[in-house]
């Protein structure tokens, strides 16, 4: 379907709504509404004084020939992580679908004449939370510029809400299909310089560790990759602050006793020293100079990050992590802290209708907020490689190089590994070094995960293209095994292999694949 102005148009406010069809503005009262052509897609604006504003939706009614017809199936993508759950299913016009979507009418592993996928989305770095519904008539793009759960107040300013772009491709696989509509919704995507791959101590630890076992895991992953000329991470997880999974982050705890000097041992090895954080977090109230009117109105045990002395106290703590010496920083849990739900259980947007808090800032949109912390940490970090963790996946695409874009795969629970590591590595790849660099996680390396399946996901991230980090208990390799993960790391070390997902359309846990263009079985279910 080729772009177009929308059949119509609406805005939803506190105490009503206007609407519009057939035509591409309007206004009322103190708010004016425009959908624009503009040289990258549909450009769509609000202003308004006073009134506090929620959505706009915009609806385009399908004519012959706008989508595939006969066997269709749709796949979403979601609004953070990835939690097992992407698929491509038929059209339901009751599923909410974040920030674009797929249909597509025939299947990968088949040839691909007369094949045909069309895309609905919007650009990154939108001003707004955007996601769609499609159903047998039309489709559906709700933009919401709420401020938490309530309408944002613009007092005055044009928000630049998001630009809508579609797709339509024939004679190519949906996978091949869906790069390049990412690319029409990121141009501007930042990588790094070398591949990313080495350890993170989180899936045999779990956060019990130390200073003492950080050095013996950096020793591990040192000595499976002498020889290489790419140097590997070793990324030290929750555990090394003074309390479990909360700030604040100004230094260790008493198995942490020195964390620069650390970062300094872990160089010395010929290791990149990597580190963890959660920014907003702040249970325990124990954290230097905060004030209580930095906290969240929706729950104090969280700072606002639409408070600018918290963006003040965030760009800080990165600094300070970057002058300890670590030249990579995963920060996590910032939309779980600023939202209070995991993705997973927001089946529309990540504000439900009845909650009705805002954020200290009333006059930006929930996202204008996210977008300028993430743009704080990545001016704060300089130099330094920035993993998002539980990142809002549209929203931090161009801030940082490396996106987690599935939930913990883990070190105790194969089942768990298979599910989400497997479904993001498949339903996500089609972003890698286009939004991002795509980390599906580790491989939680312990005695409770059998070798022949942590094998199978071993060998997927090191063909995959995409980073491989590996949490190794100490002394339950074998000689054998040891060489195996040896041989992994040399593969990822210069990352050049592609893979892409075959039987994906058919399959939430794809068994099929092209590595390098040849077609390969990777048996996860033997």
């Not at 938490?148 to 007092?155: E, I, K, N, R, Y």
């Not at 739900?341 to 009845?354: I, N």
């Not at 330094?384 to 801030?399: E, Q, R, Y």
Request: glycine share 8%.
């Amino acid at each position: 379907m080729n772009i177009r102005t929308p059949d119509k148009i609406m805005l939803m406010y506190d105490g009503g709504t206007a609407e519009k069809k057939g035509e591409n503005s309007f206004t009322q009262g103190d708010i004016s509404l425009s959908c624009v052509m503009g040289e990258k897609g549909l450009n769509v604006s609000v202003k308004a004084d006073f009134t506090p504003l929620k959505y706009i939706t915009l609806r385009w009614n399908f004519a012959d020939g706008d989508i595939p017809t006969g066997f269709t199936k749709v796949l979403g993508d979601e609004w953070e992580r990835a939690y097992g759950t992407m698929e491509w299913r038929s059209i339901n016009p009751d599923v909410f679908m974040p920030w674009y979507f797929f249909i597509t009418n025939s299947s990968d592993d088949m040839p691909c004449d007369n094949r045909r996928t069309c895309a609905f989305g919007v650009r990154v770095r939108p001003n707004s939370l955007c996601f769609w519904n499609l159903d047998g008539a039309g489709a559906t793009l709700w933009i919401d510029i709420r401020n938490g759960g309530s309408g944002v107040v613009l007092g005055g300013r044009t928000l630049d809400a998001a630009t809508v772009v579609f797709g339509d491709y024939n004679n190519i696989s949906a996978f091949e299909a869906g790069q390049s509509f990412c690319r029409s919704m990121c141009d501007d995507g930042i990588f790094t310089k070398t591949p990313v791959y080495g350890s993170n101590n989180w899936y045999y630890a779990y956060g019990n560790s130390s200073h003492e076992e950080i050095i013996r895991d950096a020793s591990i992953v040192a000595n499976a990759t002498k020889g290489l000329e790419n140097r590997p991470f070793m990324v030290i997880d929750d555990g090394w602050q003074p309390y479990n999974c909360d700030g604040p982050w100004h230094c260790g705890n008493k198995k942490f006793p020195d964390m620069k000097r650390l970062a300094e041992e872990i160089s010395q090895m010929d290791v990149k020293p990597g580190i963890w954080i959660r920014f907003l977090a702040d249970t325990v109230k124990l954290s230097p100079g905060v004030k209580d009117e930095w906290r969240l109105s929706r729950n104090n045990a969280f700072l606002d990050p639409s408070h600018p002395e918290v963006v003040e106290h965030v760009k800080q703590d990165t600094k300070r992590i970057v002058d300890w010496g670590y030249k990579l920083i995963k920060h996590d849990y910032s939309t779980f802290d600023m939202f209070g739900s995991w993705a997973m259980h927001c089946p529309k947007s990540l504000v439900g209708e009845e909650d009705n808090w805002s954020f200290y800032d009333r006059g930006r949109t929930s996202a204008e907020i996210v977008l300028d912390f993430y743009r704080a940490i990545r001016e704060a970090a300089g130099d330094t490689l920035l993993i998002g963790c539980n990142t809002i996946s549209h929203l931090c695409a161009g801030l940082v190089e490396i996106n987690r874009t599935g939930d913990d795969t883990s070190g105790k629970d194969w089942l768990r590994t298979r599910k989400f590591g497997v479904n993001t590595l498949a339903f996500r790849m089609s972003q890698h070094n286009i939004f991002y660099t795509v980390d599906a996680d580790c491989v939680g390396i312990t005695e409770l995960v059998p070798w022949d399946k942590n094998r199978l996901w071993l060998k997927a991230l090191a063909i995959s293209g995409s980073p491989l980090f590996v949490s190794c208990k100490p002394d339950v390799l074998d000689s054998e095994q040891e060489k195996e993960l040896a041989e992994a790391f040399a593969v990822n070390s210069v990352q050049t292999d592609t893979l892409k997902p075959l039987d994906w359309i058919e399959s939430t846990c794809p068994q099929k694949w092209l590595h390098n263009g040849e077609e390969i079985i990777l048996p996860w279910f033997e």
